[in-house]
């Protein structure tokens, strides 16, 4: 079983939350699985809309006292072409 | 058969105030886009080009808002560590993605700056024709 990175960002503002899952994610590799902890309303909305735009797996989202646990696994990152 | 070239998708926001809570707002549009792997082009103009100053980057923190309530909410915000400085989301930015920050030529003529006399985030100063580049390739401009 793979090792899961928590990461408490229980009292950050947005966007507090995601750029630490972001820059997790970003150090680790595929198959990972993250457990962001966040107090942050807004996360609610925006952390599931990243994870599926940026190809990864929201695997459950947990109600806590006052915080929710989004539980992350790292899918393989997407390729764009470059522009020019 | 034509195939249509897949473009990468570029966001480009001209910042024209120099604000706190205009700074603040242009690092959170942009951690939007860097988190999804947007890059970002910013070409700052009039206030914005005074407050990325060497001397005014990192020490400018006097919120401006007509709203009394929001400014002590979003000063103590700022005072208890809760908010991100835009300094430093700005420079995070900067190593999770791509973002560039370009100052307006002109405004840096008018106040005698040279490149050296702003902070690091900026990477160049540059005239509307580089503007008009970035927003022909990103189809769209923020404005701040």
Not at chain 2, 77 to 99: M, Q, R, T
Request: glycine share 6%; with cysteine.
């Amino acid at each position: 079983m793979s090792q899961k990175i928590v990461i408490d960002a229980r009292g950050a503002y947005c966007p507090g939350p995601l750029m630490e899952l972001v820059k997790t994610i970003k150090e680790n590799t595929i198959g990972t699985v993250v457990e962001l902890l966040s107090s942050d309303e807004g996360s609610i909305v925006d952390i599931p809309k990243w994870v599926e735009k940026a190809n990864h797996k929201m695997v459950e989202i947990i109600e806590d006292d006052g915080f929710r646990h989004f539980v992350v696994e790292i899918g393989e990152k997407k390729q764009r072409r470059r522009r020019r | 058969m034509v195939v249509e070239e897949e473009y990468e998708p570029l966001m480009t926001i001209l910042i024209k105030n120099g604000t706190y809570n205009d700074f603040m707002t242009l690092a959170l549009i942009a951690s939007g886009a860097v988190a999804i792997d947007m890059p970002v082009r910013i070409f700052a103009m009039n206030d914005a080009v005074w407050g990325l100053k060497k001397e005014n980057v990192g020490h400018d923190t006097i919120v401006v808002s007509h709203n009394n309530d929001y400014a002590h909410k979003l000063s103590d915000a700022l005072n208890g560590g809760k908010v991100i400085p835009w300094w430093d989301l700005l420079s995070d930015l900067k190593d999770f993605g791509e973002l560039k920050i370009t100052v307006c030529a002109l405004v840096a003529d008018i106040l005698e700056l040279k490149k050296e006399d702003f902070h690091e985030l900026v990477d160049d100063i540059a005239g509307v024709a580089n503007f008009a580049s970035d927003v022909e390739e990103a189809h769209n401009v923020v404005t701040i």
